[in-house]
């Protein structure tokens, strides 16, 4: 593992991803992968539970890792891969929790307002499993603890994560990061040359729902478009 990244869904992981991949710092495992694995599910819902885990056979085949469920141990993760890097990716609190509640948490946590979620749930495949498996990892984990219907409480669980992250990881070992920034502060960071291209921007609100509606349409063959859980 190269490059470990511990902020939390709808901080800009899925542009990171897309980033790392440019870089040569990929593949790239992000929530969206975890039905790309099914085999690796029992292993993730027992680190869930407490047990210990082989983390090279969790990640086998990646080179770096983002977004949840990944964040969620971060600091099993960080201790076990020593050497890795470390970016936290960051955004204002409010429109985190804005974000998180328009998009993941329809769809994946037990909010009830959006109609398209309640469809997706049905008729997407993987769908109801992965609400199953991050009600259990992230609302009703550690870091959430079944509470997140309560904006302030919710926004002060995301600030102290990242003032954890920031505490427990040397300054030297990582870099926070607003994908806002662009290329510049991870290239440095990483070592590498930064692109031509423009940074990867990607799944807002609208482009999450998006690809849901896309997928509904085309016949609900495969959960992935809808599994990002970036921005």
Same mark, same amino acid.
């Given at each position: 593992?190269?490059?470990?990244?511990?902020?939390?869904?709808?901080?800009?992981?899925? &542009?990171?991803?897309?980033?790392?991949?440019?870089?040569?710092?990929?593949?790239?495992?992000?929530?969206?992968?975890?039905?790309?694995?099914?085999?690796?599910?029992?292993?993730?819902?027992?680190? $869930?539970?407490?047990?210990?885990?082989?983390?090279? *056979?969790?990640?086998?085949?990646?080179?770096? &890792?983002?977004?949840?469920?990944?964040?969620?141990?971060?600091? *099993?993760?960080?201790?076990?891969? &020593?050497?890795?890097?470390?970016?936290?990716?960051?955004?204002?609190?409010?429109?985190?929790?804005?974000?998180?509640?328009?998009?993941?948490?329809?769809?994946?946590?037990?909010?009830?307002?959006?109609?398209?979620?309640?469809?997706?749930?049905?008729?997407?495949?993987?769908?109801?499993?992965?609400?199953?498996?991050?009600?259990?990892?992230?609302?009703?984990?550690?870091?959430?603890?079944?509470?997140?219907?309560?904006?302030?409480? $919710?926004?002060?669980?995301?600030?102290?994560?990242?003032?954890?992250?920031?505490?427990?990881?040397? &300054?030297?070992?990582?870099?926070?990061?607003?994908?806002?920034?662009?290329?510049?502060?991870?290239?440095?960071?990483?070592?590498?040359?930064?692109?031509?291209?423009?940074?990867?921007?990607?799944?807002?609100?609208? $482009?999450?729902?998006?690809?849901?509606?896309?997928?509904?349409?085309?016949? $609900?063959?495969?959960?992935?478009?809808?599994?990002?859980?970036?921005?």
């Amino acid at each position: 593992m190269k490059v470990i990244g511990v902020g939390v869904g709808r901080t800009g992981t899925l &542009s990171l991803k897309a980033a790392l991949d440019r870089l040569g710092f990929g593949p790239c495992f992000h929530m969206r992968n975890v039905l790309d694995h099914p085999e690796r599910l029992p292993l993730w819902e027992a680190a $869930a539970a407490g047990s210990a885990v082989d983390w090279d *056979e969790v990640f086998a085949g990646y080179e770096s &890792s983002v977004d949840w469920p990944g964040a969620a141990f971060w600091r *099993e993760l960080t201790a076990y891969y &020593s050497d890795a890097k470390v970016i936290l990716t960051v955004r204002d609190p409010e429109r985190w929790y804005d974000s998180v509640r328009e998009t993941i948490y329809q769809l994946f946590g037990g909010g009830t307002e959006s109609p398209l979620a309640e469809e997706a749930l049905q008729r997407i495949p993987g769908i109801a499993t992965m609400h199953a498996f991050n009600r259990k990892l992230v609302w009703d984990g550690p870091f959430l603890q079944g509470r997140f219907d309560d904006r302030d409480w $919710a926004m002060r669980a995301f600030v102290r994560h990242n003032a954890a992250v920031c505490e427990e990881i040397p &300054s030297e070992r990582l870099l926070v990061f607003d994908v806002s920034a662009g290329w510049g502060p991870m290239c440095d960071f990483l070592r590498v040359d930064e692109p031509e291209e423009e940074f990867p921007r990607l799944n807002d609100p609208a $482009a999450f729902w998006g690809r849901v509606r896309d997928r509904l349409a085309e016949g $609900a063959v495969s959960p992935h478009p809808a599994m990002a859980t970036d921005q």
